[in-house]
Every structure is written in structure tokens, then in C-alpha cells.
């Protein structure tokens, strides 16, 4: 991409705000003097062994867009549930018109007019359009009338361009049909504001184009939006004000036009560096793993890796940057034999092990530490004897002509313990009982144990608090000291930089650029991963839109 | 005050002891509600069931011929639910294997040595029934077809057959039109140990000992729980999830089948109508209350025919429906459902916390 598209990308923005008149000097007038249509103030959400939100302020105008910007488990989507009425705050006021506001439930707060389209979709697949838009209104008759609620939507559709026909079948549509449904939802149940979560992510580029117009389109009707996202150049496309959350603090309130992707990069990372790892001069042995122009398909068919080449030497750790759904979650299972690939070739200790099946590749040597921990790593009803256990059962001295040696286990799984320092009140203990740094750590152990010669690890300090964080940091860099090549993905920028040895940034399945981690700073990284290429010091903006 | 359930710490051993216990007694409790109803001492009543069941020798051993083949079929069940696969055909899977037995022991006596008959019939009969579960779990893993579906279907198609059979080409032609076939020769008769209670109670047995074994202490059992639990987890450890579904469905389908060889080698001596009492459908229940433990399951099996028997005896003794033990059965299952929530959960009481003054109706425009 070339920075020709920045300019047109820009005068979207600026389009929106000269199409609300004379706003410019006036608008900020008088919007000093209306009361904000939404308050929160000092918001506070707990939940065991993390806070969510530490409080958080927030203030949506009539006829505004709200960016809220923030890493993953930065805190975005849980105060926006808060909002919807999902949750509830421990703390903090809601002021809806400037009154205050008890949200208890999603139906409390559709009838304050605050609606979400959430990242998943919350429709009924086997039911029309028009049944799903109704589905648990509360005035409806006994037998609704179908025509008259059809002809509503399309009244509506036709209004703000939302091309979707009331009797297809939810079943039938494809994501994006199935957003403008969900977006149709809230404006028929006269939703004022609207909460929308990473609603670009399912989106093609040009679907994306689509529902910025319609956004416009309701904000100029004094509608307000709050969409919740981690991409820069959608911040910049969309919104008005952006507000930066960070580890569920608020960091910052800006103006959109009064910021720059680099800044919000910086903003959203977190500036200083938390702590130092101890990194000891490496000498990188033989190639452990080696793609060679490796491509894959996800689930709908549609290209997720377009050709990926890289190798990672023993004691190396090779860092993936990237926004979520760049391809990640397909090279994790394309190396771990959970996904066929459809060209290139994966070698591993030189021996091809494309679409070879998981077994196989364990047996290479292969340990992996999923994305998922709950849904890939751990069996929630069974013992965390029996979870530390997963990988090694298959070999002597835990197993003897397929009799299991239940002392043996119980002894590795209590050294394991010891050695991991897993929090939980005994071996037998169900893994389900575990907070999820616990459950991290017993994933960390078994993996960390069987491995024997290639990690991978797929944002293995997610959702951490700081001390087990900096643990998995230093258990990784303590494997590659002892040869271990570590395949890391990241989107924690600093953790890519502290921790890594090469950082390659994965955009729209490619590799945008690998760059030795000592020469990569946060901001080039935010850049690179935001589409942005590298021209040696040439800065481009090149938005995806 | 307010009532909330607050998650254990770890799944509490006191709990899961006293849930089956206490929830025996409340069933006892909810049904004598309904005998009281109908007009009938409970205490008497129970009093009559229990002799009904185990007052004599005779008595206690028509127990066990009940108990057997929900010992049989309760261990099929229970090792295709820990494979989260809800087989609900053991009451099709016993009837083939019936079916097979009765084949063996009608039409091969001519060409195999006498001894060779009944060990025969037990192979085919286990082979026919691995065969009626191996379909609906091939198709599970290769067409992901829902199994409830599959299964209860194939126990239509298998009762149907067996009809059939005693009905049609199979019938006894000196049989007066009883609808069975003629009676095996006696060398294909399993030998009976008391009363009417055959070998079928050996196998059962040593059937559950080896299962407790191979599902608790082999790698094996232990590849089918992961799988049970997390099938995501199973398969990124390189667990064959497929291969692994269809050999636990091949053993389930066996032991039903082994039921249904049991039924007419061992009672009936001959294919005739009324095969199974529903004992296919009773062992989903004695699988679930026995939490899917074969040990377990062998108690839970004698109980359940225990009040399958006793049923009978207080219709016989006190004019009572003999539906009585099924309404007993199914009180069983409720608090025991109920009751496996506090082995996970425990129950605190807290004060309400103060509601924010302003209402949403008040705001609402």
C-alpha cells in the first residue's frame, strides 16, 4: 500500500464532522453547555486475581463516535458490558441524560436506549430476520404482525443503508449480512448509543468501508456510538474521541484529529518498560524449525497464511507480533498438525512434518502452550495430577505395557508443583479450581517438561498478573538457554521485545517484516502490525481500509 | 438476606459419599408422599418391597436375574458416557445380541461339537452387539451424525427384527402360536448358579473389575477421559480421538450384547417376545447414578432390581400398581442430580447489598 490512501481514509473523518454543519467552533460550544448523553464515572470491576476496570471514566456526546482503545484484557469489553448490563460495576456511577442510571440486566439498558453488537454474534441461525429483530421485545402482541414488522426494517435498512431483506434466514447470510441484522436490531428497539465490539475484526475490507458510513449515518441523526477496537487506523476512521485503556486504567483522552496512530500505538503499549529480563548473549545452534513458504486456509476458505517463510535456530526465540486473526491462531495449528496446509513445507529438525498428525509431531519433539488454555489445554474434570501428566503418559516410567503407574504420576505431578510453584490445595485437586494463572502454570510445566527441541508459545503470559508474567517470561528464556527454539506470539509488544530474539510482524498472513528485537522499538512494531511497511526510517501510513 | 451458591475450593470427598445417600432417602421420602396419596402405609409398603426383594432366598435371587443384565448393559453405557457419547441403544445393542445367540444355538448345533455352542453363541452374540454400536459410532466420527438419534433408532430397527423373527421364519411351529422360537438344545443353555441366577452373574463381575481396571489404570482408560472431558485438549495432545471413540463403542456394544446372549441362553432358553424389560434404557440410570464407576455400578444395578422386584411384590401382596418401583426408580434420579451440584457448590447465605436509589423506570423515555 502506498501513502496515496492516507488522504482519502482522513476525509472520511474530516467528511463527518462538515456534515454536521457548522460545527467546528459552535459544536464545541455547545457541547461544553449540553450534559453528556452518557456518563461513567470511576468505574470499578473485580474479578478473582485481576482487576478489569480501576477506575474508569467515560463521556459520550449526542452524535458521537467513542474509539476505545486498548490491548487485549486492557479492560474495553468488560466495562462495555458493565454498560449493557452483563455485569455489574463493584464501583462507579452510570449517568444516562444526566441521571443516574441501575443497570441490571441487557433489558435495563435497551430501554435506556444502550444497545451492543457484540464480537459474537447473538442471533437465532434457523429463524428469519425479522424474527430475530423481535426476539424478546417486551410489547409485542400474542401474534406478532410479521408484515408490519418487515416493512419497519425495511424502512430502516432503506434508511441507513443496511441492505438486508427481513424473511432470509439468519443461516443464510454472511457475517457482515449478520452484523447489519444485529446493528438493525438495536436501531428497530430505538437503541441511542451503541456499543459496538471489534465489529471490524469479521469484516472484509470494503464491508468495513460500509459500516463506517452507516455509522456516520446515525451519529448525524444524534445517535452516538462507542466501538471497541485495537486497530489504529479504525480509531482514525471512525471515531471523534478516543479513549486509551491500558491494563484497566484509563490512560488517555484524546481528540481523533489531534492524535496520530504512532502516538495511540505508544499510548495503548504502555510506555515505560515494567521490568528487565536478564538476557544473556545467545549463540543460536542449528535450524530447529524452518518454514518455507507455508500457506493455509482457516475455516471459511479463505486464505489465512499466504506463504510463510522463517527458521528459528535452536536457543532462539522468535517473536510473532501481529493483531489477532492475522494468522496466528492457523500457524499454531498448521505446526502442531491440528490444521493441513495447502502449499509450502514445515521442517522440523530437517524432517517434513506438514500435515503430519499431532502425535507425530509431539513425537519430534514438539511442545506447544495453546492460545486457548481452557478450551486446548486442560481437561477442567480432571486432577491436576492428570493435566500435568497429558503429555508424558505415553512413556515409561509413568506407564508400563499400557498399566498406568498412578505413584509415579502423582510423584512427577507433586515436583512439577514444587517446581512451578502451581497454587492448588492438592495433586487431586480438579484443574477447574485453579485460577487461570495456575492453570497457565500446569499447561507452562507439562510442556516445558516434554519439550525437546522446539516451544511454542501462543500469548503464553495473556491475562497474567505481573508476577507470574515475569515467571513465564523467564521460564522461556531459561529454555532457549538450554537450546530449546521457542516459536513465541505475542500481541505484548514489550514482552516480543524483551523476551525475543527476532520479532517478525504477521500481517493479513504474511510476514510484513522480521526485525532483530534490539533494533525494534514499540512504535515500529505498532506501525509494522497496524499494515504499516518499513522502509528503512520512511515512516508510511498506510491504513487497511 | 440473599442465597448464593459460592464454588468449593475442590470437589468435596464428603459430598460425593452423601449426595447418593441422602438422595436415596429423600426419594423414599418424596414417594411416600405418593403412597400416602394412594391410600397405603409407606412404611408397610417399603417394608413389603424390601422383603419383596431380599426376604428370601428365592426372592434374592430373582433380584439378580433383574440385576444382571443391568449390570451388563449399565457397564456399556457407562464407558460410552465417559466418552461423552450418549449411547442410548443398549436396549437395541442387547436385543442383537439375543438375536445371534439364538442363531448359534438354533441353527449351528449341527456343525459344531456340543461344548463349542454356547462359548460360540457368547462370541457372536458380543460380536453382533459391538456391531450395533459400531454403526451409529462410525457414523459419529466420520459424518459427526448425532448420536442420541442414532442410537435410540437402532433399538427400534433391532426390536422390530427380533419380532420378526419369533413371529415369522423363527417360530416354534409346535409352539400353539406363542409367538418364540423353539427351545435351544440343552447343551446351549447357560448353567444357572441360584434359582433362576445364571453365569451371566460371573462375567458381570469379573466384567466390572476389569473395567474399573482398564478405565482407571491403563493408559487407555485414561486417553478415553481426556477425551470425555475436553476433546480439544485430547486432540492437541495427539490423542486418536476417532479410533479411540469407535474402539470404547466396540467393548460397550459387546457387554450389551453379552446381556442380551445372558437373557436367552440363560432364561428364556429360547428367542420370545419380551426379551428385555427396558433393561437398555434402566441402565442410562444405573450408569448415572453410579457416576460411571463399574464398581458402582454393580451395587446400582442390584438396587434397581431390587425395586423392579419389589414392585412386583407389593402389586402381588398389596394391590399397589406394580409401576410403584418405577415411580421410586425415577424419584431416585432427581435429588441425585439435584444433590451433585453441592459436591462443586456450596451454599452461603449473605445480606443484600444496597440497591442504587434511582429506578430505571423513572428514566426511561
Redesign the interface.
Known amino acids: 500500500m502506498s501513502s496515496d490512501s492516507h488522504p482519502s481514509a482522513k476525509r472520511l473523518t474530516i467528511n463527518a464532522y462538515s456534515e454536521r454543519g457548522l460545527l467546528g467552533f459552535v459544536g464545541n460550544q455547545i457541547r461544553d453547555m449540553q450534559p453528556p448523553i452518557l456518563e461513567m464515572k470511576g468505574i470499578t470491576k473485580r474479578f478473582p486475581n485481576v482487576v478489569a476496570n480501576d477506575q474508569v471514566d467515560l463521556e459520550l456526546h449526542s452524535g458521537e463516535v467513542l474509539a476505545l482503545l486498548g490491548e487485549n484484557g486492557a479492560g474495553k469489553s468488560s466495562l462495555m458490558n458493565i454498560l449493557a448490563g452483563l455485569y455489574r460495576a463493584d464501583e462507579g456511577?452510570i449517568f444516562?441524560?444526566g441521571?443516574?442510571?441501575?443497570?441490571?440486566s441487557p433489558r435495563?439498558a435497551m430501554?435506556?436506549?444502550i444497545g451492543m453488537v457484540h464480537q459474537n454474534f447473538m442471533l437465532v441461525g434457523p429463524m428469519t430476520v425479522a424474527e430475530n429483530i423481535i426476539l424478546g421485545m417486551s410489547d409485542l402482541s400474542f401474534i406478532p404482525d410479521m408484515g408490519a414488522v418487515s416493512n419497519r426494517i425495511r424502512e430502516l435498512s432503506e434508511r441507513y443503508s443496511l441492505k438486508v431483506d427481513p424473511e432470509s434466514y439468519i443461516w443464510h447470510l454472511s457475517v457482515g449480512e449478520q452484523q447489519r441484522v444485529e446493528i438493525l436490531k438495536l436501531i428497530y428497539r430505538g437503541a441511542e448509543i451503541l456499543i459496538l465490539d471489534e465489529p471490524t475484526a469479521v469484516l472484509t475490507p470494503q464491508e468495513s468501508k460500509d459500516l463506517n458510513a452507516v455509522i456516520h449515518q446515525m451519529t448525524s441523526e444524534g445517535k452516538s456510538a462507542i466501538f471497541i477496537t485495537h486497530k489504529m487506523d479504525e480509531v482514525i476512521a471512525f471515531s471523534d474521541w478516543v479513549r486509551v485503556l491500558n491494563k484497566g486504567r484509563l490512560v488517555t483522552v484524546k481528540k481523533t484529529r489531534e492524535t496520530n496512530p504512532q502516538e495511540l500505538a505508544r499510548l495503548m503499549v504502555g510506555r515505560d518498560v515494567l521490568f528487565r529480563l536478564e538476557k544473556k548473549p545467545r549463540v543460536p545452534g542449528n535450524p530447529v524449525l524452518e518454514l518455507q513458504n507455508v500457506q493455509a486456509i482457516d475455516d471459511k476458505g479463505l486464505p489465512a497464511l499466504r506463504g510463510i517463510s522463517v527458521h528459528i535456530c535452536s536457543g532462539e526465540i522468535l517473536g510473532i507480533a501481529g493483531v489477532a486473526g492475522n494468522g496466528q491462531e492457523q500457524l499454531v495449528e498448521v505446526l502442531?498438525?491440528?490444521r493441513n496446509t495447502t502449499g509450502g513445507k514445515i521442517l522440523i529438525f530437517g524432517e517434513e512434518t506438514s500435515n503430519k498428525?499431532?502425535?507425530?509431531?509431539?513425537?519430534c519433539g514438539v511442545s506447544?502452550i495453546?492460545a486457548d488454555r481452557i478450551?486446548?489445554?486442560?481437561?477442567?474434570?480432571?486432577s491436576v495430577a492428570?493435566n500435568l501428566?497429558?503429555?508424558c503418559?505415553?512413556k515409561p516410567p509413568l506407564?508400563k505395557k499400557?498399566?498406568?503407574h498412578?505413584s509415579r504420576i502423582l510423584d512427577l505431578a507433586r515436583r512439577m508443583i514444587d517446581m512451578f510453584r502451581i497454587d492448588t490445595?492438592?495433586p487431586?485437586?480438579?484443574a477447574k479450581?485453579l485460577s487461570g494463572g495456575n492453570i497457565q502454570k500446569i499447561i507452562l510445566a507439562r510442556e516445558i517438561d516434554a519439550c525437546r527441541g522446539l516451544l511454542i508459545a501462543a500469548y503464553p503470559s495473556r491475562g497474567l498478573d505481573v508476577g507470574a508474567t515475569e515467571f513465564v517470561r523467564n521460564q522461556m528464556i531459561e529454555q532457549a538457554e538450554a537450546g530449546t527454539a521457542i516459536l513465541l506470539i505475542s500481541e505484548d509488544l514489550e514482552e516480543l521485545v524483551t523476551v525475543a530474539d527476532r520479532i517478525a510482524v504477521l500481517f493479513e498472513g504474511r510476514f510484513i517484516g522480521i526485525l532483530p528485537s534490539d533494533e525494534a522499538d514499540i512504535e515500529r512494531l505498532g506501525l509494522m502490525m497496524a499494515g504499516v511497511k518499513q522502509n528503512n526510517s520512511d515512516l508510511n501510513y498506510a491504513p487497511s481500509l | 438476606m440473599r442465597l448464593v451458591f459460592e464454588k468449593r475450593k475442590t470437589r468435596s470427598r464428603k459430598a460425593i459419599f452423601l449426595v447418593p445417600l441422602v438422595s436415596f432417602f429423600i426419594s423414599l421420602v418424596l414417594t411416600a408422599i405418593l403412597l400416602t396419596i394412594f391410600k397405603s402405609n409407606p412404611l408397610i409398603t417399603y417394608a413389603a418391597m424390601f422383603q419383596g426383594a431380599f426376604g428370601s432366598w428365592p426372592n434374592f435371587t430373582e433380584t439378580l436375574v433383574k440385576a444382571i443384565p443391568l449390570m451388563l448393559t449399565g457397564l456399556g453405557v457407562l464407558i460410552a458416557f465417559r466418552l461423552k457419547f450418549w449411547n442410548i441403544g443398549a436396549e437395541g445393542q442387547l436385543t442383537y445380541g439375543g438375536i445371534a445367540a439364538a442363531w448359534v444355538a438354533l441353527f449351528w448345533s449341527p456343525f459344531l461339537p456340543p461344548w463349542m455352542v454356547l462359548p460360540t453363541a457368547i462370541i457372536i452374540g458380543m460380536l453382533a452387539g459391538a456391531l450395533w454400536a459400531g454403526i451409529p459410532a462410525f457414523l459419529k466420527v466420520r459424518l459427526n451424525v448425532d448420536e442420541v438419534l442414532t442410537t435410540l433408532m437402532l433399538n427400534y430397527v433391532a426390536i422390530l427384527f427380533a419380532e420378526h423373527l419369533y413371529y415369522g421364519p423363527w417360530r416354534d411351529p409346535k409352539g400353539f402360536g406363542f409367538p418364540g422360537t423353539p427351545s435351544f438344545p440343552e447343551f446351549a443353555w447357560l448353567p444357572r448358579i441360584a434359582g433362576r441366577a445364571h453365569m451371566g452373574l460371573i462375567f458381570a463381575l469379573v466384567l466390572a473389575l476389569l473395567a474399573w481396571f482398564f478405565l482407571n489404570r491403563t493408559r487407555w482408560g485414561f486417553e478415553l477421559e481426556v477425551i470425555g472431558n475436553n476433546p480439544s485438549a485430547a486432540q492437541s495432545q495427539g490423542i486418536k480421538i476417532a479410533k479411540n471413540i469407535m474402539i470404547g463403542l466396540l467393548i460397550a456394544g459387546a457387554l450389551s450384547g453379552l446381556a442380551g446372549v445372558c437373557e436367552v441362553t440363560g432364561i428364556s432358553r429360547r428367542l420370545q417376545q419380551g426379551l428385555s424389560i427396558g433393561y437398555g434404557y434402566t441402565a442410562i440410570i444405573v450408569a448415572w447414578l453410579a457416576q460411571l464407576n463399574p464398581i458402582a455400578a454393580i451395587f446400582v444395578a442390584v438396587l434397581i432390581a431390587a425395586l423392579l422386584v419389589g414392585g412386583d411384590q407389593v402389586q402381588m401382596m398389596m394391590g399397589l400398581p406394580a409401576a410403584m418401583g418405577l415411580v421410586l426408580q425415577g424419584m431416585l434420579l432427581f435429588p441425585m442430580l439435584a444433590g451433585s451440584l453441592f459436591t462443586e457448590y456450596k451454599i452461603r447465605f449473605i445480606k443484600q447489598t444496597k440497591i442504587a436509589n434511582a429506578s430505571t423506570e423513572q428514566l426511561a423515555s
Open positions: 456511577e444516562i441524560r441521571k443516574q442510571a441501575d443497570i441490571n435495563d430501554r435506556l436506549g502442531t498438525g491440528l498428525t499431532p502425535l507425530e509431531i509431539i513425537n506447544c495453546p478450551a486446548r489445554g486442560i481437561a477442567g474434570d480432571m492428570s501428566a497429558m503429555k503418559y505415553r506407564v499400557g498399566v498406568l498412578p490445595p492438592t487431586q485437586t480438579h479450581f
